[in-house]
């Protein structure tokens, strides 16, 4: 039943899927992921590779080569287990998938390794993976408006991620986070975002390390009444963030959101009924 479900699933997102897939990112990622299959198999080419293969069929796998495919199989699945959104499976299967080509390029001839390893680091300096650009309601702070914003109305929840467009945990989380806005915000219940890669002193003033050791990217703050009232990841005496996984459920129970944001209908209700008698006034 489970199958079928998410079948059903993939088959509902595919066309947002199909259009996510085809932005060249993940186009050239898909290609240098299979570069070593197309090496080994393709016709006219194969035939003038080495193999370790006792029959000497050089457009086969040899015994060497299926044992690193299946040792990064069982990486990826392991790593997978982890894994919260598409992004981040695709992303661990593509990641792991390049590792495995260099080895198997290296082992096959150093010439085809340089060449696929250049191609790396060329595609790691010039590629990144594509920001999320979905629906959201999610007001975006600089270093001279979050202080303000925070403290303007005592009667708003702010939750708030502050993240760093480098970092990819932050790219994966920026999709659940999108959603969430869209389902919890209300005039009493906000939520915002805050490039601590780009405003530095932020990080200072809120005790956020931008170091990838830290673990601390992306980090979500609650906000009540101005003043930070909880945040995840929690961070541990020696400045490292204590393990927690950033996905919807954790989100929505950590925080309290289906209690905060019934207050804060109540506050919409209330802002509503004086909007409407100091219009009568006028």
Known sequence: MGIITGLFT???????????????????????????????????LCEHLSSARDDGNSCEFDWRELE??????????MKNRRAITMEQHIGNLFMFSKVANVILFFRLDIRFGILYLALCVA?????????????????????????????RDSRVTWIVEFYANWSSECQSF?????????????????????????????????????????????????????QEVMRRPMVDNKGRAVTWTFNEENIIREFNLNEIFQKSKKLNKSMSLREKQNRKMK
């Not at 690193?68 to 699945?77: K, P």
């Open 10 to 44: 993939f088959l509902y997102h595919f066309p947002q899927i199909y259009k996510w897939l085809l932005k060249p990112y993940y186009i050239v990622s898909f290609s240098m992921t299979v570069a070593f299959l197309l090496v080994r198999k393709t016709p006219g």
């Open 68 to 77: 690193i495919l299946m040792f990064l199989s069982a990486i990826v699945m």
């Open 123 to 151: 595609f790691v300096m010039t590629c990144k993976p594509p920001l999320y650009m979905g629906p959201e309601y999610i007001k975006y702070f600089s270093d001279k408006t979050i202080d303000e914003e925070l403290q």
């Open 174 to 226: 920026a999709r659940i986070f999108a959603d969430l806005s869209l389902k919890y915000n209300c005039a009493g219940l906000r939520f915002g975002k805050v490039d601590i890669g780009r405003y530095s002193d932020i990080s200072e003033r809120y005790r956020i390390s931008t170091s990838p050791l830290s673990k601390q990217l992306p980090s979500l703050l609650l906000f009540q009444g101005g």
